[in-house]
């Protein structure tokens, strides 16, 4: 079956509700994006590009997507990357960094939050091998492992960071 234009259920590695913020840079702090609405947000695979139908120039194979719950509405769509700087600042609040974008998600809890960072985690580990194979089911988070695609550095207790070593 071919998907259509958007990702559909079984693409998702991950799926959570959370708020979407975005980075305030005059401020130096985070704006819930749509006025706060709650968002089911996931972490899916896209089709390779000689299967999508409709053409595109994104090479990543993986997207951070967030629909407005009430209407459906995507207010996210960020393709994930190898040079994807994610940070875990508090147990509920995330976010990453991709080329010039910054964005970030207020989970409703800490394990909505945890479950969303083995997807992302999952997806890079992905992008790092060049798989081009489906995974629906996330491996346990003992599965994943610290291998040596992640560098984990601790700049204060609840900022972790998570970079590509390639």
Request: overall charge negative; proline content about 5%; aromatic content about 8%.
């Amino acid at each position: 079956m071919i998907e259509e234009t958007h990702p559909n259920d079984d693409s998702y590695i991950v799926r959570v509700k959370a708020v979407v913020m975005t980075r305030d840079d005059s401020s130096g702090g985070w704006l819930a994006q749509d006025g706060g609405a709650l968002t089911r947000v996931g972490v899916c695979r896209l089709l390779p590009p000689e299967l999508a139908p409709v053409p595109t120039s994104s090479s990543s194979q993986f997207l951070i997507r967030g629909e407005r719950l009430r209407d459906k509405q995507v207010i996210l769509d960020c393709p994930l990357r190898k040079d994807l700087v994610y940070t875990i600042a508090t147990p509920t609040f995330h976010h990453w960094k991709v080329e010039d974008r910054k964005c970030g998600l207020s989970f409703q809890s800490p394990a909505d939050a945890r479950a969303f960072d083995r997807g992302v985690r999952k997806a890079i580990e992905d992008l790092a091998e060049g798989s081009t194979t489906s995974s629906t089911a996330l491996q346990n988070e003992a599965e994943l492992g610290d291998d040596d695609v992640f560098t984990v550095s601790m700049m204060f207790p609840t900022f972790i960071y998570y970079h590509i070593q390639r």
